[in-house]
């Protein structure tokens, strides 16, 4: 904090479990010192990345301090996450989704998304921000090219269809 000239950061992220069911020692520790930080003010949010629907269970059920959002690869071929992100709606936690591009190749490629492209006049990478938006996650993106960051803010002047909705939501990529 010192380094970054702030006395606060606004959220603090567990970059994922220590194994890939359940969570161990080392989790339980980090989580419990990521309390104490945010006990103390210093962090505003906590957080959890890659992380399963048992996980986030099991992590709410017993922490002092429950997570506030969810950083998750998405990929269509499981659904979009969609049971962690109706636990996180349930919950009272923001879904954030990452990788929505790059680990959904196929769906990208698919001639359905193609044709939802076109006849909203936009990308196909337009669309999967925007459904992703539309199905309650805060999609995630990284580029420092700024025609790059505004198509991909050129998705909130757009509505997708119910229909096309359900159909990207039930792509397997």
Do not use: P
């Given at each position: 904090m010192e380094h970054m000239g702030v006395d606060r950061i606004d959220s603090y992220l567990l970059h994922g479990p220590s194994?890939?069911?359940?969570?161990?020692?080392?989790?339980?520790?980090a989580?419990?010192?990521?309390?104490?930080?945010?006990?103390s003010g210093?962090?505003?949010?906590?957080?959890?990345?890659?992380?399963?629907?048992?996980?986030?269970?099991?992590?709410?059920?017993?922490?002092k301090v429950k997570p506030r959002?969810?950083?998750?690869?998405?990929?269509a071929v499981s659904g979009w996450d969609r049971a962690v992100r109706v636990f996180c709606k349930t919950n009272g936690i923001v879904y954030q989704g990452f990788s929505l591009l790059t680990a959904n190749r196929g769906a990208m490629?698919?001639?359905?998304?193609?044709?939802?492209?076109?006849?909203?006049?936009c990308s196909p990478a337009q669309i999967i921000f925007r459904f992703a938006i539309d199905v309650g996650m805060i999609p995630l993106t990284g580029t420092t090219d700024a025609?790059?960051?505004?198509?991909?803010l050129g998705v909130l002047a757009m509505q997708l269809q119910a229909d096309e909705i359900e159909a990207i939501e039930c792509m397997t990529g």
């Open positions: 194994r890939g069911a359940g969570l161990g020692v080392e989790d339980w520790a989580w419990q010192a990521m309390e104490q930080i945010h006990e210093r962090a505003r949010l906590l957080g959890v990345s890659n992380v399963s629907l048992d996980q986030l269970e099991i992590l709410c059920k017993d922490a959002f969810v950083q998750n690869r998405c990929f490629a698919s001639r359905q998304l193609a044709t939802f492209a076109q006849r909203h006049g025609q790059h960051m505004q198509s991909d």
